[in-house]
Structures are given as C-alpha cells and as structure tokens.
C-alpha cells in the first residue's frame, strides 16, 4: 500500500522515541589530511603579509602538488581552504560593545570640496556619541594638532559641554599609543587638561573599538558631502555644518526605537562643564625668516613678516586651524595669513607691509607685487608718472593702509583718479566713506521735516517775517 519496504516499515513500528536527534557528521579520510597542518601553516604566515600576495586556493594546490606531490583533486583542496577561512573570519567577528551617555568617539574622513571656485580635498573631524548615535563634524585643512583642538572646542561650545571620554585613533596630531604607552602631542595635552576629559586610544588594527563614528564618517561623505559642497569661508560652512545634524538626529534610534534627539539629550546630561575661560587653540614658535622676510612652515608654505625683518631668527608666529598669525618683537599682532595645507609650495605675502618699503625704493615698482593687486586703471597710471609723482603715490598709499587697510586704499585711490591725476584729498574722503558706511550704501532718508515746510511757507505766503 505505501510503496515502502518492508523492513524500513518494521523499524518504524519498533520506534517508540520519534524526537528530533542531534545530527552527527562522520569525518571520513581524506588524501589531504597529511597535508592540512602545513596547509594551516601557510595561511597563518600570510596574515603578516599584503593582502594582495597571500596563498589563494589554486596557489595552496600548485604548492602542494610541486612540494609534496600531492595526488588529490583540486576540489578538495578549495574546500578545506574556504572552511578555514570561515572559521577565521568567526574568530574576528566583532564583540558588541556598550556605550554610557557623555562618551564620545572621534575620527578623521576626507572628501571634496569647492573652496572659492576649486575643488579641493578637506579632512574633516567628526565626533560621534554612541549611546544616542548623534554625531557633529567640522572641516579643516590638515589632521593636526590644532584642527583636532579647534573642532572639539566648536562642537564643544555648540553642544553646551564636554565628554566625559573621547575615544581617538592614533592620529598624529593627538597622540600615539605604543604598547602601554601614551605620547600625545603639547598642545592636545594643555586643551585635554583645559576640559578634563578622559583620552582613550584604540588599540592598533582595531578599529571596531570606535565602529561607531568610522559608521558616521562615512554615511556624512555619503549624505552631507553629496553632492560636492561649496564655500567661501570655511569658519562660516562650519557654523552652518553643525547644524546639518538636525536631520539625522530626528530620526529614530536603529536599535532603541527612541528619537536620536532624545536619546542625546542624556549624552547632554552626562557632559562635564564647559571651562569658565575659553581655550585659546593656538601654538606658539619662534621661527626664522628669509631673506625675502618670510618663515616657513608645514614644509613647503611660505608667509610673509616685514622686508626688514629679514634674516632675523626670533620671530613670534602664532600657529592656528585657520590663521597663521605674525607677531612684532612687542608681541603685537602685525599680519594675519589663511594657513595653507597640502604638499606644493605656496607664497603667502601681505602686500601691506611692503609699501613702506617701495617708498624708499619707487625704482622697484615695476617688479613689485604690490603693483599687481593694483587694480588696472590704477596700475597703468602709476606705471606711466614720474618719479616723483610715483613717489607721493606710494605716500598716500602707505597713509591710507595705515588707516584704513590696504584694499580700501586701493579701492580709494582708484576711485579719486580722475582727469589723469590722483586727487590726495579726494582719495582720503573716498577711503573713510568706504571704511564707514560703505561707498555704495544710499543715504538716508532722514526725519520727516513736512510739518516745518508746512508752517514755514504758510507765513511767508502771508508775508510775515520767517525770523
């Protein structure tokens, strides 16, 4: 009636337990067990090597074959060799960590960027909060000391406090761990001191022990940097950058089913104070210039001090994110340049410290770079005058960059030449009305005097004295 024989029908009549039984697999022999020791050996020993020149399956056999004169088939070979990788694989599955409120984890990512017209490649840090998944970033040029101090300070004073903790890689501008051993940079030290935070630094190779910002810099290149973003100031794309956020952090927690907000309003309640004075992110050396009058920084970045000071070897330069600060031998700020980043070589110049100079000189005014800011007309004038006459240019030109700063002098200057000579008197008024209201700015309509206007020729029409 069932088709089934009779004897697997008796063995089921017999059964009285019909539970589900653990499955047993039987190893049976195989031409390669002789050879999975030195197979493992193998694979082992390629761990310490590039990952593009270990033993593939294909490799493992020719060896064996060549070697040993192995005799089995290829097929058995790849098995054994993908078990062993599986089980490797399981050996480095990650350990599932748990994060309190007002711990926080920070890593560097880079990306595009349109910076006034070019497209360019910025870092930009980003510091993330495991417990709620909210995380903020902020652009720089480099990955050094001061971009690491400058943007924890902004998210810092955006955020309204500090981690109790900060979980860093070894990055070089915050420190390194060498076994046991923690070097972290001067200036990292004095701001961690500043804020009291706690520095944790990752083991090598072991990025799962801050898998969660790794996540966060990459869904932000992916999502806030798509497409490719532009701007002018960077200080001012890093204000708005903070605030990009919002929308990740209205959604729901992935695994919490709570509002990421929510959730960070508890990393807000465990953060440590902000500091009753603020960090001032800046790194002070004393630096030599050329004989141009520039220093040199960052390798192949040059920026200029002063002609006379050229030479001189004790010159105060304040190192920031952003700004390379110049001082004079009173510790006075005298030049502020945008600090460069990258491995060409740039020649940042204040033309503003060199007039003085082209006064005393007028004869290098056609090689100057002070004449190529100059705006054309202004230029071709300047270019074609006496002596002399080129001589009370460069005069005026120091008195209103003295008063007003360079670019409005020139600005100045361009506007009041007029009928094939500079107006001194007329370039001074320009200058202070550029540097005031602004030289396009409409004036104002002023007080309603109607009603005066009104009283006024009412008497005169009925010819009464005004007085």
């Given at each position: 009636m069932t088709?089934?024989?009779?004897?697997?029908?008796?063995?089921?009549?017999?059964?009285?337990?019909?539970?589900?039984?653990?499955?047993?697999?039987?190893?049976?022999?195989?031409?390669?067990?002789?050879?999975?020791?030195?197979?493992?050996?193998?694979?082992?020993?390629?761990?310490?090597?590039?990952?593009?020149?270990?033993?593939?399956?294909?490799?493992?056999?020719?060896?064996l074959v060549k070697e040993y004169g192995?005799?089995?088939?290829?097929?058995?070979?790849?098995?054994?060799?993908?078990?062993?990788?599986?089980?490797?694989?399981?050996?480095?599955?990650?350990?599932?960590?748990?994060?309190?409120?007002g711990t926080a984890q920070a890593d560097f990512g880079e990306a595009d960027f349109i910076e006034n017209g070019m497209v360019v490649r910025k870092k930009y840090l980003e510091l993330s909060f495991p417990y709620s998944n909210d995380s903020f970033c902020q652009i720089f040029g480099g990955e050094n000391a001061?971009?690491?101090?400058?943007?924890?300070?902004?998210?810092?004073?955006?955020i309204g406090g500090v981690p109790q903790t900060i979980v860093f890689d070894n990055a070089a501008g915050v420190g390194r761990r060498i076994c046991d051993a923690i070097h972290e940079?001067?200036?990292?030290?004095?701001?961690?001191?500043?804020?009291?935070?706690?520095?944790?630094?990752?083991?090598?190779?072991?990025?799962?022990?801050?898998?969660?910002?790794?996540?966060?810099?990459?869904?932000?290149?992916?999502?806030?940097?798509?497409?490719?973003?532009p701007f002018d100031d960077i200080e001012a794309y890093n204000k708005k950058l903070l605030d990009a956020h919002k929308e990740k952090a209205s959604e729901i927690h992935y695994k919490k089913g709570i509002r990421i907000s929510e959730l960070f309003k508890e990393d807000q309640a465990a953060l440590y104070d902000l500091p009753g004075r603020k960090f001032r992110v800046c790194r002070y050396e004393h630096l030599k210039a050329d004989g141009y009058g520039k220093i040199r920084l960052d390798g192949e970045h040059y920026y200029s001090t002063r002609p006379e000071y050229a030479g001189r070897r004790d010159i105060l330069v304040g190192i920031r994110a952003h700004y390379?600060?110049?001082?004079?031998?009173?510790?006075?700020?005298?030049?502020?340049?945008?600090?460069?980043?990258?491995?060409?070589?740039?020649?940042?110049?204040?033309?503003?410290?060199t007039v003085s100079m082209l006064m005393h000189r007028p004869g290098s005014w056609k090689n100057s770079g002070v004449r190529l800011e100059m705006t054309d007309p202004l230029r071709e004038y300047m270019d074609h005058v006496e002596k002399p006459?080129?001589?009370?240019c460069l005069t005026l030109?120091?008195?209103?960059?003295?008063?007003?700063?360079?670019y409005p002098a020139i600005n100045a200057m361009?506007?009041?030449?007029?009928?094939?000579?500079?107006?001194?008197?007329?370039?001074?008024?320009?200058?202070?009305?550029?540097?005031?209201?602004?030289?396009?700015?409409?004036?104002?309509?002023?007080?309603?005097l109607g009603e005066y206007d009104e009283a006024f020729l009412a008497v005169i029409e009925g010819g009464g004295d005004v007085a």
């Amino acid at each position: 009636m069932t088709g089934v024989d009779r004897k697997t029908i008796r063995k089921y009549l017999g059964l009285e337990d019909f539970s589900p039984e653990i499955p047993i697999s039987i190893e049976r022999p195989s031409k390669l067990d002789p050879f999975k020791g030195t197979i493992q050996t193998w694979l082992e020993e390629d761990k310490r090597n590039w990952y593009k020149q270990r033993h593939t399956a294909k490799r493992v056999f020719k060896r064996l074959v060549k070697e040993y004169g192995f005799d089995g088939s290829y097929s058995i070979v790849q098995r054994y060799v993908k078990e062993l990788r599986s089980t490797q694989k399981s050996q480095r599955a990650n350990q599932e960590l748990i994060w309190e409120p007002g711990t926080a984890q920070a890593d560097f990512g880079e990306a595009d960027f349109i910076e006034n017209g070019m497209v360019v490649r910025k870092k930009y840090l980003e510091l993330s909060f495991p417990y709620s998944n909210d995380s903020f970033c902020q652009i720089f040029g480099g990955e050094n000391a001061e971009c690491v101090c400058q943007g924890l300070l902004d998210i810092f004073y955006y955020i309204g406090g500090v981690p109790q903790t900060i979980v860093f890689d070894n990055a070089a501008g915050v420190g390194r761990r060498i076994c046991d051993a923690i070097h972290e940079t001067t200036l990292f030290s004095k701001f961690r001191a500043h804020h009291h935070f706690t520095a944790r630094f990752c083991n090598p190779r072991a990025g799962w022990e801050k898998g969660n910002v790794e996540n966060k810099v990459g869904y932000d290149r992916r999502n806030l940097f798509v497409p490719i973003q532009p701007f002018d100031d960077i200080e001012a794309y890093n204000k708005k950058l903070l605030d990009a956020h919002k929308e990740k952090a209205s959604e729901i927690h992935y695994k919490k089913g709570i509002r990421i907000s929510e959730l960070f309003k508890e990393d807000q309640a465990a953060l440590y104070d902000l500091p009753g004075r603020k960090f001032r992110v800046c790194r002070y050396e004393h630096l030599k210039a050329d004989g141009y009058g520039k220093i040199r920084l960052d390798g192949e970045h040059y920026y200029s001090t002063r002609p006379e000071y050229a030479g001189r070897r004790d010159i105060l330069v304040g190192i920031r994110a952003h700004y390379i600060d110049i001082y004079d031998e009173h510790n006075r700020l005298m030049i502020r340049h945008k600090r460069e980043y990258g491995n060409r070589r740039t020649d940042s110049t204040d033309y503003s410290t060199t007039v003085s100079m082209l006064m005393h000189r007028p004869g290098s005014w056609k090689n100057s770079g002070v004449r190529l800011e100059m705006t054309d007309p202004l230029r071709e004038y300047m270019d074609h005058v006496e002596k002399p006459v080129l001589k009370d240019c460069l005069t005026l030109l120091q008195e209103l960059t003295e008063t007003h700063g360079f670019y409005p002098a020139i600005n100045a200057m361009d506007r009041a030449l007029r009928g094939g000579r500079i107006s001194a008197s007329d370039a001074r008024i320009v200058a202070e009305r550029i540097c005031s209201y602004g030289i396009d700015t409409p004036p104002s309509e002023g007080p309603d005097l109607g009603e005066y206007d009104e009283a006024f020729l009412a008497v005169i029409e009925g010819g009464g004295d005004v007085a």
